[in-house]
């Protein structure tokens, strides 16, 4: 099984709302903070828009506050990023990732595009 798998990604116009979805394997949902991060276009690094913990701690980017819900489903070892009121600057190659203390290692998904239009 793939260490993170991401789906959900797409086209929408301002002010929409899209899903992404990461589904974890069992070890890394369970032991490692997941979180998702963006490539916005034109740009190599990667940032941070939130994460959760294993404790279920969340942290939010100052652009996906009040806006973006990150959510942990244990019974499908899912990470869901609740995206709303989309913006064009929201548009960006979106990845979701695992680290932390107990994680083996880092790991990246393949990354889902996501698109804003006015």
């Known amino acids: 099984q793939e260490p993170l798998v991401e789906s959900g990604g797409g086209s929408v116009q301002t002010g929409g709302s899209l899903r992404l979805s990461c589904v974890a394997s069992p070890t890394v949902f369970r032991r490692c903070r997941l979180g998702w991060h963006r490539r916005l276009p034109g740009q190599q690094r990667r940032e941070l828009v939130a994460?959760?913990?294993?404790?279920?701690?969340?942290n939010y980017a100052a652009s996906a506050k009040g806006r973006f819900n990150i959510s942990r489903i244990s019974g499908m070892n899912s990470l869901i990023l609740q995206m709303n009121n989309l913006k064009t600057e929201d548009t960006a190659v979106y990845y979701c990732a695992a680290d932390g203390a107990y994680c083996d290692r880092a790991y990246w998904g393949q990354g889902t595009q996501v698109t804003v239009s006015s």
């Open positions: 994460k959760v913990g294993t404790d279920g701690v969340t």
